[in-house]
């Protein structure tokens, strides 16, 4: 599996699948997580499209350098992987965290990105979201990972599929953000340093945009995807019921046929 290097000599592991004369979709994961959070859309974004996914710094298999991250430096990571994989420009679609990168690389090299995906995504931190990720960073250094991940199964899935799922959540939960402690703090505090400077320019984006949200997210809830809808000048807001922060995987059918719908329905 191929490497690229960012600007700054960090490593950054990527996977490329599905139809390569296809137009190309970089997937971008949120906090902690890596490449294989996009597990559920391998197979029907493979068949349209050629897909790339990453793992940021800190996380996956690339280098997990130590001390706090920068989002400007992460997004930039985006466009060192599109030079690797020899693509000129492509649909980009974030989670969370790789929501706010992916605005961060459209506005740092629009001719770089055809159309932006937002999923779970919010631009401003408010207060309750900085002392919740301070309150993350103090269990994962004193409890590790395994302990934050558990404590935070609540936060990434809806009462719904809680229900459905809690016996497999459990499981399968702390194996799901497979980063290092210092990893994981490391994009913690890139997010609590960069506070509500994402939203400052979010008006100058001219890509088409799908903003997706769970209805019953709590973590980055419907209202903050309203006002990126809102902001952004060619967005269109998509809410799927019953899911939470999970929505790709509490609802991957849903989720893959509204963002598939709207990809192909894009100008080649």
């Known amino acids: 599996m191929p490497f690229a290097t960012s600007t700054d000599g960090i490593r950054l592991h990527y996977s490329s699948w599905g139809n390569r004369k296809a137009s190309p979709v970089v997937m971008v994961h949120g906090l902690g997580a890596d490449k294989w959070g996009w597990i559920l859309q391998r197979v029907p974004f493979g068949a349209k499209f050629h897909c790339v996914a990453l793992d940021n710094r800190g996380s996956g298999r690339s280098d997990k350098p130590a001390g706090d991250y920068d989002l400007e430096q992460m997004a930039a990571d985006i466009v060192s992987v599109l030079d690797h994989a020899g693509i000129e420009s492509a649909h980009v679609m974030g989670a969370s965290m790789g929501g706010v990168l992916a ?109 997706i949200v769970g209805s019953e997210d709590i973590l980055t809830p419907p209202p903050d995807s309203e006002l990126l809808a809102s902001v952004i000048p060619h967005a269109r807001l998509e809410i799927v019921p019953g899911a939470a922060h999970g929505l790709m995987i509490e609802r991957a059918a849903t989720f893959n046929r509204t963002v598939l719908d709207f990809l192909t329905g894009l100008p080649r």
């Open 103 to 211: 605005m961060i690389a459209t506005l740092q090299n629009p001719e770089r990105v055809r159309s932006l995906t937002l999923v779970c995504t919010a631009a401003r931190l408010q207060m309750w979201r900085r002392e919740l990720f301070e309150g993350w960073i103090d269990t994962a250094e004193t409890g590790g990972m395994r302990a934050y991940v558990t404590q935070n199964l609540s936060w990434m899935m809806g009462q719904q599929s809680w229900r459905r799922l809690w016996p497999l959540a459990n499981v399968v939960g702390p194996l799901a953000v497979r980063a290092p402690v210092h990893g994981l703090v490391g994009q913690i505090r890139g997010m609590l340093d960069a506070g509500d400077s994402p939203i400052s320019r979010l008006g100058e984006i001219r890509q088409p945009t799908l903003v």
